[in-house]
């Protein structure tokens, strides 16, 4: 119930502070993206290439096709931990 109040409670939520470099790294980001929109660009490219290859060796991959957020639905809970412990170790 502890795990479950820490995880949902509203004020255990926003108790915690961004970490400096995470506020720098974030702000840094922003100026870059705002110099030029190659990254955004290259983002895409890679975006749509990744989930086309996915699909193309047969994988269900959720979400928007313009996401970079790729969630490769594999439908079987051992599948997906076996899955995951392969690229784990291989990478």
Do not use: W
């Not at 939520?13 to 961004?18: D, K, P």
């Not at 705002?34 to 060796?57: C, P, V, Y």
């Amino acid at each position: 119930m502890v795990d479950v109040l820490r995880q949902k409670g509203r004020p255990y939520l926003f108790s915690n502070s961004i970490a400096p470099a995470v506020v720098g790294a974030t702000l840094e980001v922003f100026n870059m993206l705002g110099e030029s929109k190659d990254l955004i660009k290259n983002l895409r490219t890679n975006t749509l290439h990744f989930r086309s290859a996915m699909k193309k060796a047969g994988f269900k991959i959720m979400g928007h096709d313009d996401c970079p957020i790729a969630p490769v639905y594999l439908g079987d809970a051992r599948l997906a931990s076996d899955m995951s412990n392969i690229l784990m170790d291989k990478h």
